[in-house]
């Protein structure tokens, strides 16, 4: 088993993840990085993003446009709920989703199962621009 070892680029995308509220593509945290004086290269920074979420320390997810996003995630296993216009996302606990997967992955002879539960809606802050 190879030891993961920390390195000065994986620290800085982590930090700057961690600091940006919802979810980011590796362009715009590329952009942000730089903005801070970071020499990290952008191929650098899809590398370590996709290093991330292999370990589950970032979530990602495609945009409404395709692209991957990103968002840490280093919490325990969590849901999400994430407003379609502007991005503001929301973890949520869902113990009947748990309840409900494991049961239909048992039900289909399915063991050893994971899950990714993201759902989409306009949070109360779109919605009310909407109506006006």
């Given at each position: 088993m190879a030891v993961?070892?920390?390195t000065?680029?994986?620290d800085a995308v982590m930090h700057a993840l961690s600091?940006?509220?919802?979810?980011?593509?590796?362009?715009?945290?590329?952009?942000?990085?730089?903005q801070h004086g970071s020499s990290i290269g952008l191929a650098t920074v899809y590398r370590t993003l996709t290093a991330l979420v292999a370990d589950g320390k970032a979530d990602s997810l495609l945009s409404n446009e395709g692209e991957n996003i990103y968002r840490d995630c280093s919490r325990e296993h969590h849901h999400?709920?994430?407003c379609k216009n502007c991005g503001v996302t929301v973890e949520i606990?869902?113990?009947?989703a748990e309840t409900w997967a494991a049961k239909v992955a048992s039900d289909s002879g399915f063991s050893d199962v994971t899950h990714t539960?993201?759902?989409?809606?306009?949070?109360k802050k779109c919605?009310?621009?909407?109506?006006n």
């Open positions: 993961k070892r920390n000065w680029q994986k600091e940006v509220q919802g979810f980011v593509s590796a362009q715009q945290l590329y952009q942000i990085l730089k999400h709920l994430i606990e869902a113990k009947e539960i993201d759902i989409f809606g306009l949070c919605t009310n621009k909407k109506g």
